[in-house]
């Protein structure tokens, strides 16, 4: 793993956090964009090398909506920055850990993702993420 990608913050209002957090980091997101296949929108804010992802659920069964009914707005996950995701979830999955999805799909900010279940990884769900060349 590289460095930490992103930290990706469950929100009820991403209009009405886009305007907090731009208040708290003194800047704009530089980016808004759905992810139908997931139920999301997401927001992104660049901090130095890596960003902070809003998400706010498109759907009352997507895994935002699921996460804010159970737990509230919060944070929901970090993820990494990989170079070989395919190798990564290999070797992740050798030394144990429960992939969640073992075949990455196109996420959000032209990435490959892959979530690693916080069964196994001490309650925190983990996303790989490699860019799409």
Do not use: W
């Not at 530089?30 to 929108?41: D, F, H, L, P």
């Not at 090398?49 to 935002?64: F, N, Y």
């Not at 996950?77 to 999805?101: M, S, Y």
């Not at 916080?118 to 769900?125: D, Q, Y």
């Amino acid at each position: 793993m590289n460095k930490i990608e992103h930290i990706g913050i469950a929100v009820k209002d991403i209009e009405a956090s886009n305007e907090l957090f731009a208040k708290l980091f003194n800047k704009k997101h530089y980016k808004m964009e759905e992810v139908a296949s997931e139920g999301v929108k997401t927001s992104f804010f660049q901090l130095g090398e890596s960003k902070i992802e809003l998400l706010e659920a498109t759907r009352e069964d997507s895994p935002i909506a699921k996460f804010i009914a159970k737990k509230g707005e919060g944070v929901h996950h970090i993820a990494f920055d990989v170079t070989d995701i395919h190798a990564e979830v290999e070797r992740l999955k050798n030394e144990g850990f429960i992939v969640l999805n073992e075949t990455p799909k196109k996420g959000a900010d032209n990435k490959l993702v892959v979530f690693l279940h916080p069964k196994s990884t001490n309650g925190t769900l983990i996303e790989l993420c490699q860019e799409i060349i």
